[in-house]
């Protein structure tokens, strides 16, 4: 059997979708399943690698292209080959006039944020896109992968037809050594830690307003791709307090680092389906504050994390931030044993062998 992963959100990051693929591709590689990742080469001739680099950038194009390559790829194969879309929409929305009959299609689905939130959290063509084309490729997918159970049950609830076809293969949390605390040398601060990129629903602006509301009490380190022109002011205020550090795109290991060095992770954002960074903030051995409501009510340990309603208010956050960092002191033992019991990403490397074998 050969395997064929979409390279979109593959070979660039920041992004879950990159970090998600990345850690599965070495966990497979190293149980030796071998996956060809389809656009990952260009094409030498300068035309069409112009053509090339337009149409891989687009969720419509890019898929039909990988899948010419495929198709060329696996040409005269008698055995059974899988196309594999890692990110929500990513197969091919036509394959012609029928599928071949050696062709298995998966798709993994992160989350349904274009669908579940009000126009201008997330840009039209994004919410376009996945209101067209994602009945299609859930009808055409033999396998269909959710993150979380919260992602199967929304999926099931917004396409009922499909729910055979999904599997729950969680994201791993990762092979981090966990530290305990180290000594905070500003006793009178609570160091706060977010990572997210620029978009809107990550609500950059909710965590500014939270250092704002704390007065002093906390001091807050953003790991981001970048801030918003409507947030620029709030984020040069609290620098200039010294209540704001913004860390731009730091490598793997500085940001190991970066959590480290925290006492609390905060998750702003709405409608995760699992949320990689809380994951890692835990491996790291520090409790997460968050907005409840999907797929990261899974993920964060419930003896050390604490969940707030999407309409709390910046004050909330504050109160919720400085009892979580009060009662950790006494629980960490109890982080620990709960991201023990978590699934690594080499557990989910093996389910999804078993789901590809079984295909």
Not at 67 to 81: I, K, M, P, V
Not at 137 to 161: C, F, Q
Not at 243 to 251: A, T, Y
Request: glycine share 8%; net charge positive.
């Amino acid at each position: 059997m050969k395997i064929f992963w979409d390279s979109y959100g593959i070979i660039r990051g920041p992004s879950g979708i990159f970090v998600h693929a990345q850690e599965l591709h070495r966990a497979l590689s190293e149980s030796g399943m071998m996956v060809s990742i389809l656009g990952s080469v260009p094409p030498s001739n300068p035309v069409r690698n112009a053509i090339y680099q337009f149409a891989k950038k687009s969720k419509v194009l890019g898929p039909q292209l990988n899948y010419l390559e495929f198709r060329r790829a696996t040409a005269g194969a008698d055995q059974t080959a899988i196309f594999h879309g890692l990110s929500n929409i990513n197969l091919p929305a036509w394959t012609g006039f029928s599928s071949p009959t050696n062709v298995r299609f998966v798709l993994t689905v992160h989350d349904l944020i274009p669908l579940l939130l009000e126009r201008g959290a997330v840009s039209d063509a994004s919410r376009i896109q996945m209101k067209r084309l994602l009945p299609r490729v859930l009808e055409r997918a033999n396998a269909i992968i959710a993150v979380s159970g919260w992602t199967k049950k929304t999926l099931e609830d917004h396409y009922p037809d499909c729910a055979e076809k999904i599997t729950v293969i969680p994201n791993g949390f990762p092979a981090w050594e966990f530290f305990s605390r180290p000594a905070n040398p500003q006793s009178s601060q609570i160091r706060v830690l977010m990572v997210g990129r620029n978009e809107k629903y990550k609500r950059h602006d909710l965590f500014f307003k939270i250092l704002l509301a704390a007065n002093g009490s906390l001091r807050g380190t953003l790991v981001t791709t970048g801030i918003s022109a409507a947030d620029k002011g709030a984020a040069d205020l609290l620098a200039a307090k010294n209540w704001l550090k913004i860390v731009k795109d730091p490598s793997k290991e500085t940001l190991k680092g970066i959590y480290q060095a925290n006492d609390v992770y905060v998750q702003t954002s709405v409608l995760e389906g699992f949320c990689l960074p809380a994951a890692e903030a835990q491996a790291s051995g520090i409790p997460v504050v968050f907005t409840k409501g999907s797929g990261i009510d899974e993920v964060v340990c419930p003896r050390t994390g604490m969940g707030l309603e999407a309409t709390a208010t910046a004050e909330a956050w504050v109160d919720a931030i400085h009892k979580t960092d009060a009662r950790f002191l006494g629980l960490g033992l109890a982080l620990h044993e709960w991201v023990l019991s978590r699934p690594t990403w080499n557990d989910s490397a093996i389910q999804l062998k078993n789901l590809y074998n079984s295909l």
